[in-house]
Each structure stands twice: as structure tokens, then as C-alpha cells.
């Protein structure tokens, strides 16, 4: 028959593997998931800018009329 330390030890293992594959699966799974809700979102609208004539007539200076 085995030795106690020697299941201990197989358990031990099996147990950190199994740990590390669901950490693993975990990090892909929420990676895949931050990737694809990135596309749902719209992108912004950018602001519309002032038209050409308002902003040439603000520049001008009051003492040329």
C-alpha cells in the first residue's frame, strides 16, 4: 500500500492544477468577454463645430466698421 505522505502529496497536486486551470480559463473567459462588449458600444459623436461665418465675424476687431 501507498505511504500517507505520497497521496498527500498527489492530492496536493491535483488540487494546484486544478486551481491553476480554473484561474486560466477564468482570465481567457473574462478577456474574451472585455473584447467582444467593446464592439456594443457606439463610438462617441464628436461635437459639431461652430460654421464659417460666425467665426470670422468674432475675430474681427470693433474698430474697423
Do not use: C, Q
Given at each position: 500500500?501507498?505511504?500517507?505522505?505520497?497521496?498527500?502529496?498527489?492530492?496536493?497536486?491535483?488540487?494546484?492544477?486544478?486551481?491553476?486551470g480554473v484561474f486560466a480559463y477564468l482570465?481567457?473567459?473574462?478577456?474574451?468577454?472585455?473584447?467582444?462588449?467593446?464592439?456594443?458600444?457606439?463610438?462617441?459623436?464628436?461635437?459639431?463645430?461652430?460654421?464659417?461665418?460666425?467665426?470670422?465675424?468674432?475675430?474681427?476687431?470693433?474698430?474697423?466698421?
Amino acid at each position: 500500500m501507498v505511504d500517507g505522505w505520497i497521496t498527500a502529496v498527489v492530492l496536493i497536486f491535483g488540487i494546484a492544477v486544478a486551481l491553476i486551470g480554473v484561474f486560466a480559463y477564468l482570465r481567457m473567459f473574462n478577456r474574451s468577454e472585455t473584447h467582444h462588449s467593446s464592439l456594443d458600444i457606439p463610438p462617441p459623436i464628436p461635437p459639431k463645430s461652430a460654421p464659417v461665418e460666425d467665426a470670422g465675424a468674432a475675430v474681427e476687431p470693433p474698430g474697423d466698421k
